[in-house]
């Protein structure tokens, strides 16, 4: 395949409206072709319902079936609340063929926003790359794209996937660390942030050469992505990725 659909959802969802933020989700990954690459926001069913965990993680359990059928050809990424062992994480799945073929903590968890008082941190050796339907995915959960020890790990990934909910006082560093992302490792970059008035929105797809495509008035972005450019960009400058 040397084109595929790739697509970043961008919407407002709050933590009072877990059933019409599923509805908005899967309404929106319905718009995109059968065999797109989707990505939406982080803990786009719940948000941060920090004061209620327990329910937040029995609707991501109840909403996680309702998405399965949408991955049949898609693939298909998010991040929910998460309850293993009697702790909560959250945790980014990446659905294809009607199954989950990767889920991975947040080991970074956002201590100005309070996370690390209620999701318990995941490990480093769950990040890696991925290989789905012939190309090589990599996730990172917002405030992971900070740590650069983490883009060692997912060197050589085709297309790097970013659930966000990255706020608006930081909106130029969202960008210019996907952006960056994007250029350092000749990839495509799906990043995918909330649209609520204190989030940066800012949510882009960037091809290998850092050309990004952004619109903040949209919750739909799709680029019709031409895979060809990732070999192109590693040939025409080569810095060891294959």
Known sequence: MTSRELVALQFAYHDNCYHDNLSKLLT???QSDEDAVVL????????????KMEEAAAFGEEALKKILPL??????????????DGKFYNTSKILFGE????????????????????FEAGSEEKVKIVEIDGLR?????????????????????????????????RKSQFESITTAMAIINQAFVIAADS????MAS??????????????????????????QEIKKMRRYMDIGLS
Request: charged content about 25%; glycine content about 4%; proline content about 3%.
């Open 28 to 30: 929106l990954i319905k």
């Open 40 to 51: 939406a926001p982080e803990l786009c069913l719940t948000n941060f319902s920090f004061d």
């Open 71 to 84: 991955s049949k050809t898609r693939i298909i990424a998010f991040t929910l609340t998460e309850k293993r």
């Open 99 to 118: 199954k989950v073929v990767h889920s991975q903590d947040k080991v970074n968890l956002f201590k100005f926003g309070a996370e690390h008082d209620y």
């Open 137 to 169: 995915f990599a996730i990172l959960i917002c405030f992971e794209i900070r740590f650069t020890a983490l883009w060692d790990l997912i060197r050589g990934a085709d297309v790097i996937m970013i659930p966000a909910l990255w706020g608006k006082l």
């Open 195 to 198: 649209s609520q008035d204190d």
């Open 202 to 227: 800012s949510s882009g797809i960037i091809t290998p050469f850092g050309e990004a495509l952004r619109d903040d008035s949209k919750e739909f972005l799709s680029l019709d992505a031409n895979l």
